[in-house]
């Protein structure tokens, strides 16, 4: 199994409804991500968590929302998906306490390709 | 602010050839940096990273990159691409404690 998985991997839906890209991980990390990818924009960060009780906005999170329902799991959700959230969405997870000659850095999952049409 | 500027959109080298790809960072200290490569339909793979030290960081799949804090520029080289190294590559920074910063990518093409 992926350390990250992201669900679902696809994903079509219309303008005005609501939807909901799901993460969790087994690495143990605290730290979990969501980005989303457009052509020539590269990744753009939307929210981030620390620890279960800690939410943070990114660059780029209007129109999107989180929750943190436990340490290995972090959903995104789109109240009112609208075309331009048409995009690949990365779910990513770091843990800062490892060895930095070690296994530091970010994991991320394989991603949800939307599509709002 | 603090930023991670990819120059290059598009690299077309041919097979054989050498490849160096640009990147420079904008931060107050020096950040972590990381390269990642991300293959057509596929998520990111970490290719290396530069947390202190060695200013030359050694990569899986034959990259490498070298830190130079006095141009503030973190290249990713390798000495001869196969076709297989046609992707799309990051270049990334974070200051510890904080979120990981992309820039927007270098798209490589390889020429037979």
């Known amino acids: 199994d992926a350390d990250v998985t992201q669900t679902p991997r696809n994903r079509i839906t219309k303008t005005g409804k609501r939807i909901m890209l799901e993460c969790s991980q087994t690495?143990?990390?605290?730290?979990m991500y969501w980005y989303r990818q457009d052509p020539g924009l590269g990744l753009r960060l939307i929210y981030y968590?620390?620890?279960?009780?800690?939410?943070n906005k990114g660059e780029i999170s209007d129109g999107y929302s989180v929750s943190r329902q436990a340490q290995a799991k972090f959903s995104l959700s789109l109240e009112s998906a609208i075309p331009n959230q048409t995009a690949l969405y990365f779910c990513?997870?770091?843990?800062?306490?490892?060895?930095?000659?070690?296994?530091?850095?970010?994991?991320f999952g394989s991603g949800t390709r939307l599509t709002v049409v | 602010a603090q930023s991670v500027t990819q120059p290059d959109i598009h690299i077309t080298v041919s097979e054989g050839a050498s490849l160096e790809l640009r990147c420079n960072y904008s931060y107050g200290a020096t950040p972590y940096l990381f390269w990642y490569v991300q293959s057509p339909g596929q998520g990111l793979q970490l290719l290396l990273k530069?947390?202190?030290?060695?200013?030359l960081v050694q990569g899986i799949k034959g990259f490498e990159a070298e830190f130079k804090r006095s141009q503030s520029s973190f290249n990713l080289r390798k000495p001869s691409v196969h076709w297989s190294d046609a992707a799309e590559y990051f270049c990334a920074g974070e200051n510890r404690d904080d979120k990981i910063i992309f820039g927007k990518g270098t798209r490589l093409h390889i020429l037979p």
């Open positions: 990513a997870t770091s843990d800062p306490s490892t060895d930095e000659a070690g296994n530091y850095g970010y994991t």
């Open positions: 968590s620390f620890d279960v009780k800690d939410i």
């Open positions: 690495k143990g990390h605290d730290r």
């Open positions: 530069y947390f202190s030290g060695d200013t």
